[in-house]
């Protein structure tokens, strides 16, 4: 998942042939307006070209009534499938809103306090650290502020389900000092989906679908992919492959549900926007206190305003501060306060955002990632409701362009880094034993087994079954994982000769997006 409306994310540029066959971006026929939001309509079909995006629909929200809402582009590059309004999309982790929104009618109930101990509703609950434990509370577990990295590979790399993850955050860590900093934590909101079960009795699933989507005729959405193939007019995300975007299969993070799992449209996710506008009103019908809705929408966390972590917001964008709240983030824009959240699993890409004093929200949902066009809607949404043109000669700032060029930017870094990647590579070397020696099961306490395979004179990777793949020597005795999923990230395995000759431990690593840094899962012990 991106960092919910913080990450950098890459984005490719590659020939529009395919999209080319498959029928023009522009807007489907059945959801056609008028001079819509002061050629926005043009605007987008322009930039999804740039981007090479081949699926998006975005919806404006406006004083209480959804103003716009539009399809653009297909829902599968394979089948020409236009995108409308009613498309489902991932939504990754704007979902977290959803496990905040959860736990505030708990607490309108008088069932529950934002600043309960975690382990007075989950007795079980344990962190690495005995005072964390002890203290941590439902107000940390939605802030970020745990103390721990984000260790999502327990999640998205294998199958275990969500008490098991939970169980295993005890293994994870901290790299922070506990509520000293500002470090983007998936486990935790999974852990706040778990007080939601402890403290209602059902499960975070049931009581979304039962308590939100629900009331607000959000009768299409849904915390699951299992339930996806019962569905039509549902987009399939892409990733790059050979430069080419191509249709994936839906990731399945159901065990990390809480964090980012929901599948929705902008049709209705506009009226969850719409909720927040009106601070927990929907038709007439209270559904969550304004006491709670503005403890949601305000600065728990202050965060520096040019952090690394701003990644997604426009360096063009000037912050005066920028602050996370319960599941959103919160800064201001042109001296307006925006509340927003992004989100992104394999192929899928999110946007959610509101200004409150102006009435105004929307929310973008596209089938490529990384993009972030989504976000530069965003701004060119809320430059038309500010009525600002400052681009110098009257003309709105062209944000999709800019952002465009802050990509480009990064994948030049990550090029170089390729190429310093390949250059430090030791030509002519062989593995030190034979490539049957390799083979077995290693693990490690916090992620689980790593189980190497020797097939057909190949080596082969599993976590668990949730991710596989080839391992292609690299040099020495560092292999590169080729996965069979191409959504999967680029790792490399380097296996340890122990003193006895035999191999005794295998290191699990990740690329950052510079390709310069490997980033440890952590080291796996042979154990048969």
């Not at 307006?33 to 981007?51: C, F, N, R, S």
């Not at 380097?494 to 310069?516: H, K, M, Q």
């Amino acid at each position: 998942m991106c960092k919910d409306g913080i990450t950098k994310c890459k984005v490719w540029f590659t020939s529009l042939a395919v999209l080319a066959l498959v029928g023009a971006i522009g807007p489907t026929d059945a959801t056609a307006q008028p001079a819509p939001l002061g050629g926005l309509d043009d605007y987008i079909t322009v930039a999804m070209e740039a981007w090479e995006v081949p699926g998006l629909a975005i919806a404006v929200v406006h004083d209480g009534r959804t103003v716009y809402e539009r399809g653009y582009g297909v829902r599968d590059v394979a089948t020409g499938e236009p995108v409308d309004e009613h498309t489902l999309f991932a939504v990754g982790s704007t979902s977290k809103a959803f496990t905040s929104a959860a736990l505030g009618m708990l607490v309108d109930e008088g069932r529950l306090g934002w600043d309960d101990r975690v382990i007075d509703h989950i007795p079980w609950f344990e962190m690495y650290d005995a005072y964390a434990t002890r203290e941590l509370t439902v107000r940390d577990l939605l802030t970020h502020r745990s103390g721990l990295a984000r260790g999502d590979a327990v999640w998205y790399h294998w199958p275990h389900d969500r008490a098991e993850i939970i169980r295993r955050v005890r293994y994870l860590e901290p790299t922070r000092s506990f509520r000293g900093a500002w470090q983007y934590q998936n486990l935790m909101f999974l852990t706040a989906g778990e007080v939601v079960r402890a403290v209602s009795g059902s499960s975070w699933d049931d009581f979304v679908a039962d308590r939100i989507f629900a009331p607000l005729g959000m009768d299409r959405s849904v915390t699951s992919t299992n339930a996806l193939p019962h569905m039509d007019n549902v987009a399939s995300p892409h990733v790059p492959v050979d430069g080419t975007p191509t249709p994936v299969a839906h990731k399945n993070i159901d065990n990390v549900g809480p964090a980012g799992s929901i599948y929705s449209s902008v049709s209705q996710m506009a009226r969850w926007v719409a909720l927040h506008l009106a601070e927990g009103v929907h038709e007439g019908r209270r559904l969550v206190s304004d006491s709670v809705m503005s403890e949601m929408h305000h600065p728990q966390m202050l965060i520096q305003a040019d952090a690394p972590e701003n990644g997604l917001h426009s360096r063009d964008a000037v912050m005066n501060f920028n602050a996370y709240g319960l599941a959103w983030w919160v800064l201001d824009y042109r001296g307006r306060k925006v509340v927003d959240h992004g989100g992104g699993i394999d192929g899928m890409r999110a946007h959610v955002a509101f200004m409150p004093e102006e009435g105004v929200g929307m929310v973008a949902l596209s089938n490529a990632r990384p993009n972030n066009l989504i976000v530069a809607l965003m701004y060119r949404v809320f430059d038309h409701f500010l009525d600002e043109g400052d681009a110098g000669d009257g003309a709105m700032r062209d944000w999709s362009a800019l952002m465009l060029a802050e990509v480009k930017e990064g994948q030049a870094r990550a090029a170089r880094g390729r190429s310093e990647l390949e250059g430090n590579r030791a030509a002519g070397t062989s593995p030190s034993r034979p490539l049957a020696e390799y083979a077995g099961a290693y693990e490690e306490e916090y992620h689980g087994v790593v189980d190497i395979v020797h097939e057909g004179g190949t080596l082969r990777l599993s976590l668990g079954g949730k991710t596989t793949g080839r391992l292609d020597h690299w040099h020495y005795d560092v292999f590169r994982l080729v996965p069979d999923n191409p959504a999967n990230p680029e790792m490399f395995v380097t296996f340890s000769i122990g003193a006895d000759g035999a191999v005794g431990v295998l290191e699990v690593a990740g690329l950052a997006p510079d390709l310069r840094a490997q980033s440890a899962l952590g080291q796996f012990a042979r154990r048969r």
